[in-house]
Structure formats: C-alpha cells, structure tokens
C-alpha cells in the first residue's frame, strides 16, 4: 500500500493539540489499515479481541468510520467484504481522496493483518490511550496557564486524576449498555461466590454471620449507610467490619484462594485520626482497653497479646486516610487512587456530614449532603466496590419513647435514603437503659427507691451488651434486625451465640 495513502486527516480531537518541533501524536496508520484488511477478510476476529476496540480508538477518522460500519453490519449478522461495504462509501470526500471503493480492496490485497491480528489490536488500542494522555496534559497545562479564571490548583488536580484513570481503566468513551448475557453471567458468578462461601456471602464478607445471612454480604456497586446517634458504635461496627474483610483476603491469600470473599479495604477517617484507629483495632483484636493501650497499663500478658496481633495487623491490606474535611471530588479522587495501585474492594467513609461539596452546593446543606450521597453512589459504581458511609442521626430519636431509629431521623437530606441501597441502624438499648438508673443516696433505706433500683438492675442485666443491627432498607432482600454482642471495653462487635437470638429476626 503505497504511503501516501495512508496520510489521512487526523481527527477534530487531535487537532489543535501543540506538540514539539518535528513530533506527531502516536499512531501507526498502517497497523490500522492492515488489521481493517484482516476483519474484512475474517468478520469472525472481532469477537476474538482481547481488548475492548472501538472506533474512536482509531486514529484516522476514515478508519474510524469503517470500523464502525464493520461492526455495525456484523452486529447484524452479515458477511463484511470489501464490495458490501462499498455501497455505504462510496460519497465518501475522504475515500474518493485515496482512489475511491478501489482503496477497500486494497485493504484485504496482501492478507497481512492475518498473520498477528491480536497484536495489531493491542497496539492500535495501546496508541490510543497514548493519544488521550497528550490530550489529558495538554489540557492540564492550559488550565494551569489560565489564570482568567478562579486560580484552583488543588481542583485542576482532581479533574486531571479522574481524567488519568478514565485512561487506566480504558474508558476514555461512553461506557456501553451489558447485554443481557453478561449481566447473567455476572449474576451467576455472584451466585458462585455465595455457594462457596457456604451459602451465605455473594458479596464481600463483613466478617459476622449474622449480617452476612441477613445481606448476603457487601454487594460491588452498593451504596450502604450506617447511621445511629452518638455512643451507638457506628465507627467500632465499621472499623470490625474493616478489619474482617481484610484479614479474610489476607487469610485467602495465603491459603492459595483465588476467589475471596474478603477485600483490600480504604477507609477514610475524617473523625479519628489514622493512629487513634490503629490504636482502637490493636485494642480489638487483641481484647484489651484502649484506654490501657494509651496509658500504658499492661500487664506482661497484655502486652505478649499486644504483640501478637500487631504481627497479624503488619500485613493487613487495610488502607487509612485521615485527611480531614475532604471534599467529595477529592475523596473519589483518592479512591481512584487506590483502586489502581492497591485494588481495594471495599470503602468505608467516616462519617458523611464531615464531607464537603462542591463551593455551589455550600450554600444549602441539603442540597450539599444531597450532592454529597449522589457522589457516593456513583464512586460505587465506578470503582464497582461497595462503599459504607457513617451518618448522624438527627435528635428526633430523643424525643420518643422508642429510642430505635427510622428512616425518617437521617440527618439533613432525604436523599441519603433515595441513594442507598441499603440503611442500616445501628442501636443499643443499654446505653438508654444506663442513663435512666435511679439515684439512691447513701444511708437512703426508702422502699421504693431500692425497688426501682432493683427493677433497673433487672433490665440492664437483660440488654447489658446486647446490639441492634436494623436494616430498614434492603435493594436486595428483606428488612428487619439483627441481633448482636457488643463489648463496650473494647469496642467490638461479635455475632451472639445461637440460642440468643430469640425471635428478632423478624
């Protein structure tokens, strides 16, 4: 094919781009050219491509258009040749430019794109993420250099990261619609996973079978709230949560499990800085007080303890960033991150209404904290991880009788609940029980006021240490509760044991 030929205009996206002296932007116009030749020779190699090959990922927009016709017709079961396709170009100005329809034959003359079409695939792919990284810095360096505008180096950033991982994760395009095969067989994986698992998680574990039954586990693209009020433990349940996912990947691993159910997880503290929670996660897993930790009241065995599970913590594939008031474009920014360097399948945001929106949103909380959900769900989906947000509840709680939170009590935004796919509370009846104990004075001998005690007594040994985990909205089962064991000294949550239970599963 004679080179001149070849030299076809490149797209409207490319031009413009400034490039140095005697640099042109990375494509081989013949590789496009002979893989072209070698589809139209055998229609059956798109459906052998190991990479996901577009039309826009070819350089020359002739080429483009080709492609795009080829897999058009294909699509529709048809036999592509250079003389069926040639109806459909033959007002083509940029054809006519190389000779007319005669070019398409020319495409298939020598049959080399057959020898390596893969490769050529890989290639042509390969150039056009190349391409979309001079155009990614180009745009940054024009931002950068534009100071008309509002000077915001920390936003050029964010928008130039998600912009670099759209690149890594190869789609610089549209994403397209999954057919109804790949869902299914997406679905049946999941069902897989769950088999093995024992028949519990289709998910990512967290670690209690209790939740586990109720849920199936951490779904990927989920957006879970846990919310409760204050004293409730929602950051002991997220940080054991934490903790179980990635201790069980770790265990996987080492086991030779290729399949796990666990996952590297980021957890974003903008409450607790990242050593007050290694501090509380040593203290669970090694049974003893953080207080002692941070005192330094240890025993000699305390401290063997102490050692021991700082060894299993070493290597545990769990990810601290206690970054305060972090934006929401900036918390997905750093997620991206780490999905690409450490491939985490798990966040967990601690808590909600620490996060911030966008500078047009602060005006209204709402608005804010709607903007806010909105960008959580979407990063789930993006990263198909399943992420868990901490959220307040609002006082209302306080003032009933039933202190058991609903639906109702989010605080600030109804749009938590819409974007959810699942709402759990979390509540604990001893901690109310606790602060209604009677006053009795010392050398006070009143009957009754001994008899109330006693009645308080009764009640707070029934719920000393006992949970509610309420699922009060589930995309993908039933609501109800669960119940649970909770260690205030250490904060640790742990399933209770099966004869407790009761009937609360309702």
């Known amino acids: 094919m004679p080179e001149e030929d070849l030299l076809i205009r490149s797209s409207s996206r490319d031009e413009g781009t400034t490039l140095p002296a005697g640099r042109a932007l990375p494509a081989n116009l013949e590789a496009e050219a002979a893989f072209l030749g070698a589809v139209l020779i055998d229609n059956g190699l798109i459906e052998e491509l190991m990479v996901p090959l577009r039309p826009e ?12 016709k080829i897999t058009g017709l294909v699509d529709r079961q048809m036999v592509v040749t250079p003389v069926t396709l040639k109806p459909y170009f033959e007002a083509d100005e940029s054809l006519a430019e190389l000779g007319g329809t005669s070019y398409l034959a020319r495409l298939t ?5 057959l020898l390596a079409p893969r490769e050529l695939a890989q290639q042509i792919y390969d150039l056009a993420l190349l391409r979309e990284l001079v155009s990614v810095g180009r745009e940054l360096v024009e931002n950068a250099l534009d100071t008309s505008e509002d000077v915001e180096p920390m936003r050029q950033i964010e928008e130039a990261e998600a912009r670099l991982f759209e690149v890594a994760e190869g789609a610089s395009g549209a994403s397209e619609a999954d057919s109804f095969r790949s ?6 994986e999941m069902i897989e996973t769950a088999i093995n698992s024992g028949g519990h998680v289709s998910g990512k574990t967290t670690g209690f079978t209790s939740i586990n039954d109720k849920c199936g586990g951490l779904h990927d693209s989920d957006l879970i709230i846990l919310a ?3 004293g409730m433990g929602k950051s002991s349940l997220a940080t054991n949560i934490a903790f179980n996912c990635a201790d069980r990947l ?3 691993q080492r086991d030779g499990i290729e399949k796990s159910v666990g996952a590297g997880v980021a957890l974003f503290s903008l409450e607790m800085s990242s050593d007050q929670l290694a501090t509380r996660i040593l203290a669970e897993q090694a049974g003893i007080p953080s207080e002692a930790l941070r005192m330094g009241k240890l025993s000699r065995e305390d401290f063997q303890q102490l050692s021991y599970a700082s060894q ?6 769990l990810y601290i960033d206690d970054t305060p008031a ?3 474009s900036a918390l997905r920014t750093r997620a991206r991150r780490l999905k690409r360097r450490h491939n985490i399948g798990l966040i967990i945001i601690d808590y909600l209404q620490l996060l911030q929106g966008s500078r047009r949103s602060q005006d209204n909380r709402v608005n804010e904290i709607s903007e806010i959900s909105r960008g959580l769900k979407t990063l789930a989906k993006e990263l198909q991880v399943p992420v868990i947000a901490l959220s307040q509840l609002s006082r209302a709680v306080e003032q009933r009788d039933d202190k058991r939170p609903m639906l109702s009590d989010l605080r600030e935004s109804g749009s938590i609940e819409q974007d959810a796919d699942m709402v759990w509370f979390i509540f604990r009846e001893d901690y109310y029980v606790a602060s209604r104990e009677p006053k009795v004075a010392f050398g006070n001998d009143d009957a009754k006021t001994h008899d109330a005690h006693a009645a308080w007594a009764a009640e707070m040994e029934r719920v000393h240490g006992l949970a509610e985990l309420i699922v009060a909205k589930q995309r993908h089962g039933s609501t109800g509760k669960v119940r649970m064991r909770f260690e205030a000294r250490i904060t640790k949550f742990s399933d209770l044991a099966e004869g407790d239970y009761g009937n609360d599963y309702d």
């Open 109 to 113: 003359a020598d049959g080399q794109g």
């Open 57 to 68: 990922h070819f350089h020359a927009p002739l080429h483009r258009r080709l492609y795009e």
């Open 183 to 188: 869902a299914s067989s997406k679905a049946l």
């Open 228 to 230: 409760g009020r204050p």
């Open 326 to 328: 972090l934006s929401i």
């Open 312 to 317: 299993r913590l070493a290597e545990l594939p």
């Open 250 to 252: 770790l265990r996987d």
